[in-house]
C-alpha cells in the first residue's frame, strides 16, 4: 500500500485501500505475464531499431525482462496489488532492477494497446492448445466408431426408439460437432491474430514506430488498421467465448447421451472405474461425474459469453477500464474446456460399450417398423396405407410382447397379402442398417468410409494448422 503509482504525478492524495483492492487485476492477470514480457521485448527491440532507445537500453531491458521472467516462474517475484495489474507489476520491477533504461520502455506505447496485445497472445497460444486437444479426442472417437462400426443400438428421435443405426455412426455425429468446433476456432484464430501494439492510448503515436516489425516479432499476421477499434475491441474474445460455449455445449450433449446410457436403465456403457465416483450411502453407485460436471460447466462457459457480451454492451470509443472485466471470464472458459476435453480424451478410450444389450434394445424398440413400411412401398402399397397397415403389425406385436422378426410369416399376412418370406430381411436389424447405403448413412460399410475420411481431415491439421 501507499506505492508511487507510475501514473501519480498529477495526484496529490494517495489511493484509498479500497479502492487499491477494487481497482487491483494483478491476482489474475498475472497470469499474462509471459506474453507481456514477449511483447514489451519485442516492442523494446523495435525502439532500438528505429533509434528511439539505444541498444544498450534495448539490452539492458531485455536482460531485466527474462530475469523477472525468471523469478516469476520460480516464484521468488513479488506481485503487488497497489501496483494494480500484471504490467505494471512488471515495469516497476524493472525499472527498479535496471534503472534509467527500464523508464524508457514505455515510450510510444500504452497500457491499453499493452492488454489488447497480451490478450491476443494469451488467446492464440490456449486456442491453439485447445484446437491440440480437440485433434486428439477426435482421433479417439474415430478410432471407437471404427471399432464399434457394426454395433447396433436403437436410435432415438424424441427418446422414443426409432429406428437402428450403428454405434459407429452416432460416434460420428459426435465427430462431426467437434470437426465444426475445429474449424470455428481455426476461422476466429485469424481474426485473433492482429497485433494492436502502436496504437498506444487509443490516438496512435507521434514517435516514429515500425508496427510491422514488431507484429512480426510475435508472429502476428497483420497490424490493426485503426488505433482507437484496436484498443477497444474484444471482439476477437467475444468470438472465441462463443465458439467455446457450442464446443462445451455439444460435450454437454454427449454427456446427456453418456449418462443415460450409463444408467441401469439403458446399460448401454461402462465408462470406466477412473472415471467415475461412488455414493458414500449407496454402495452399488458408479457415477458418470466426468460427464456430469461438463453437463454442468457448460452452464458456466454460457454465463461467461453473457458477461463479456454485456460487458461490451454500452462502451463508447475507445478504451474504457470496463474492459478489465473481460479477463476472468475469458480465463474460466479456457480454463475448463480445456479442463473438458482433457478428460473427454482421458475416459474415452476406455469407454465399455455393451453390444449385446444395446442389439437387445434396438430388437424390443420395433426399430424396423419404417424397413417394414419401405417394404410395402416397395411392393406397390400407397406409402400412408403401409404407415396404417405397419402401426397395427406394431401394436400386435405390443400385444404379444414379440420382437417384429418373431412374427410368423402367415400373421404378417393377415395384415397384408403382399408380405413374403423376404420381409424377414428388413425385419433384421442388420438388414436394416446395411440398407442406409449412402453417404451420411448408417450402414457399417459407410460408416467405415466416413471414419477413414474423418481421420484424413484430422492428419490433413498438422500440416495446415497450428
Ligand atoms: N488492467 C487494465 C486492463 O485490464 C490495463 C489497462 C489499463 N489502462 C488504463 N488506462 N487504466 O484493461
Given at each position: 500500500?501507499?506505492?508511487?503509482?507510475?501514473?501519480?504525478?498529477?495526484?496529490?492524495?494517495?489511493?484509498?485501500?479500497?479502492?487499491e483492492?477494487?481497482?487491483?487485476?494483478?491476482?489474475?492477470?498475472?497470469?499474462?505475464?509471459?506474453?507481456d514480457?514477449?511483447?514489451?521485448?519485442?516492442?523494446?527491440?523495435?525502439?532500438?531499431?528505429?533509434?528511439?532507445?539505444?541498444?544498450?537500453?534495448?539490452?539492458?531491458?531485455?536482460?531485466?525482462?527474462?530475469?523477472?521472467?525468471?523469478?516469476?516462474?520460480?516464484?521468488?517475484?513479488?506481485?503487488?496489488?497497489?501496483?494494480?495489474?500484471?504490467?505494471?507489476?512488471?515495469?516497476?520491477?524493472?525499472?527498479?532492477?535496471?534503472?534509467?533504461?527500464?523508464?524508457?520502455?514505455?515510450?510510444g506505447?500504452?497500457?491499453?494497446?499493452?492488454?489488447?496485445?497480451?490478450m491476443?497472445?494469451?488467446?492464440?497460444?490456449?486456442l491453439?492448445?485447445?484446437?491440440?486437444?480437440?485433434?486428439?479426442?477426435?482421433?479417439?472417437?474415430?478410432?471407437?466408431?471404427?471399432?464399434?462400426?457394426?454395433?447396433?443400438?436403437?436410435g432415438?428421435?424424441?427418446?422414443?426408439?426409432?429406428?437402428?443405426?450403428?454405434?459407429?455412426?452416432?460416434?460420428?455425429?459426435?465427430?462431426?460437432?467437434l470437426?465444426?468446433?475445429?474449424?470455428?476456432f481455426?476461422?476466429?484464430?485469424?481474426?485473433?491474430?492482429?497485433?494492436?501494439?502502436?496504437?498506444?492510448?487509443?490516438?496512435?503515436?507521434?514517435?516514429?514506430?515500425?508496427?510491422?516489425?514488431?507484429?512480426?516479432?510475435l508472429?502476428?499476421?497483420?497490424?490493426?488498421?485503426?488505433?482507437?477499434?484496436?484498443?477497444s475491441?474484444?471482439?476477437?474474445?467475444?468470438?472465441?467465448?462463443?465458439?467455446?460455449?457450442?464446443?462445451?455445449?455439444?460435450?454437454?450433449?454427449?454427456?446427456?447421451?453418456?449418462?443415460?446410457?450409463?444408467?441401469?436403465?439403458?446399460?448401454?456403457?461402462?465408462?470406466?472405474?477412473?472415471f467415475?465416483?461412488?455414493?458414500?450411502?449407496?454402495p452399488?453407485?458408479k457415477n458418470?461425474?466426468?460427464a456430469?460436471l461438463?453437463?454442468?460447466?457448460?452452464?458456466?462457459?454460457?454465463?461467461?459469453?453473457?458477461?463479456?457480451?454485456?460487458?461490451?454492451?454500452?462502451?463508447?470509443?475507445?478504451?474504457?477500464?470496463?474492459?478489465?472485466?473481460?479477463?476472468?471470464?475469458?480465463?474460466?472458459?479456457?480454463?475448463?474446456?480445456?479442463?473438458?476435453l482433457?478428460?473427454?480424451?482421458?475416459?474415452?478410450?476406455?469407454?465399455?460399450?455393451?453390444?449385446?444389450?444395446?442389439?437387445?434394445?434396438?430388437?424390443k424398440?420395433?426399430?424396423?417398423?419404417?424397413?417394414?413400411?419401405?417394404?410395402?412401398?416397395?411392393?406397390n402399397?400407397?406409402?400412408?396405407?403401409?404407415?396404417?397397415?405397419v402401426?397395427?403389425?406394431?401394436g400386435?406385436?405390443?400385444?404379444?410382447?414379440?420382437?417384429?422378426?418373431?412374427?410368423?410369416?402367415?400373421?404378417?399376412?393377415?395384415?397384408?397379402?403382399?408380405?413374403?418370406?423376404d420381409?424377414?430381411?428388413?425385419?433384421?436389424?442388420?438388414?436394416?442398417?446395411?440398407?442406409?447405403?449412402?453417404?451420411?448413412?448408417?450402414?457399417?460399410?459407410?460408416v467405415?468410409?466416413?471414419?477413414?475420411?474423418?481421420?484424413?481431415?484430422?492428419?490433413?491439421?498438422?500440416?495446415?494448422?497450428?
Amino acid at each position: 500500500m501507499n506505492q508511487k503509482k507510475p501514473w501519480s504525478g498529477r495526484f496529490l492524495k494517495s489511493t484509498h485501500h479500497l479502492m487499491e483492492q477494487f481497482s487491483a487485476s494483478v491476482g489474475f492477470d498475472y497470469r499474462l505475464y509471459r506474453h507481456d514480457i514477449a511483447a514489451s521485448i519485442a516492442h523494446a527491440r523495435m525502439l532500438s531499431r528505429q533509434g528511439i532507445i539505444t541498444q544498450m537500453d534495448f539490452d539492458s531491458i531485455e536482460k531485466g525482462l527474462l530475469e523477472i521472467q525468471a523469478e516469476i516462474e520460480n516464484n521468488t517475484f513479488e506481485w503487488r496489488e497497489a501496483l494494480e495489474d500484471v504490467h505494471m507489476n512488471i515495469e516497476a520491477a524493472l525499472i527498479s532492477k535496471i534503472g534509467e533504461a527500464g523508464k524508457k520502455l514505455h515510450s510510444g506505447r500504452s497500457r491499453n494497446d499493452q492488454v489488447a496485445t497480451d490478450m491476443r497472445l494469451f488467446l492464440r497460444q490456449e486456442l491453439d492448445e485447445i484446437c491440440l486437444q480437440l485433434t486428439e479426442l477426435q482421433h479417439a472417437l474415430i478410432s471407437l466408431a471404427e471399432q464399434e462400426a457394426e454395433t447396433i443400438l436403437p436410435g432415438y428421435t424424441h427418446m422414443q426408439a426409432a429406428q437402428p443405426v450403428t454405434l459407429g455412426h452416432h460416434i460420428l455425429a459426435w465427430n462431426e460437432m467437434l470437426q465444426r468446433d475445429f474449424e470455428r476456432f481455426q476461422q476466429c484464430r485469424q481474426r485473433i491474430n492482429i497485433c494492436p501494439l502502436g496504437s498506444a492510448a487509443l490516438a496512435g503515436t507521434s514517435y516514429p514506430i515500425d508496427r510491422e516489425m514488431t507484429a512480426r516479432e510475435l508472429g502476428f499476421e497483420g497490424v490493426s488498421l485503426n488505433s482507437l477499434d484496436a484498443v477497444s475491441d474484444r471482439d476477437f474474445i467475444i468470438e472465441f467465448t462463443a465458439h467455446a460455449a457450442v464446443a462445451m455445449i455439444h460435450l454437454s450433449r454427449v454427456s446427456e447421451e453418456l449418462v443415460l446410457w450409463s444408467s441401469d436403465a439403458f446399460g448401454f456403457v461402462d465408462l470406466g472405474d477412473q472415471f467415475c465416483t461412488g455414493s458414500s450411502i449407496m454402495p452399488q453407485k458408479k457415477n458418470p461425474d466426468v460427464a456430469e460436471l461438463t453437463r454442468g460447466k457448460s452452464g458456466r462457459v454460457c454465463g461467461d459469453l453473457m458477461s463479456l457480451l454485456m460487458l461490451m454492451k454500452g462502451q463508447p470509443l475507445a478504451y474504457n477500464r470496463d474492459n478489465q472485466e473481460d479477463k476472468e471470464p475469458l480465463f474460466d472458459t479456457v480454463d475448463t474446456l480445456q479442463m473438458c476435453l482433457g478428460i473427454f480424451s482421458a475416459m474415452f478410450p476406455g469407454v465399455k460399450f455393451n453390444r449385446d444389450r444395446m442389439n437387445a434394445v434396438a430388437e424390443k424398440g420395433y426399430s424396423t417398423a419404417t424397413d417394414l413400411a419401405d417394404y410395402l412401398v416397395r411392393k406397390n402399397i400407397p406409402f400412408r396405407d403401409a404407415h396404417e397397415i405397419v402401426g397395427k403389425v406394431v401394436g400386435y406385436a405390443v400385444e404379444q410382447s414379440v420382437a417384429l422378426p418373431d412374427i410368423a410369416l402367415s400373421q404378417l399376412q393377415n395384415y397384408c397379402s403382399v408380405i413374403e418370406q423376404d420381409v424377414y430381411d428388413v425385419l433384421d436389424l442388420r438388414g436394416s442398417v446395411n440398407a442406409r447405403d449412402h453417404v451420411g448413412g448408417t450402414a457399417p460399410k459407410r460408416v467405415k468410409q466416413a471414419a477413414a475420411g474423418a481421420r484424413k481431415l484430422l492428419n490433413a491439421r498438422n500440416s495446415s494448422s497450428g
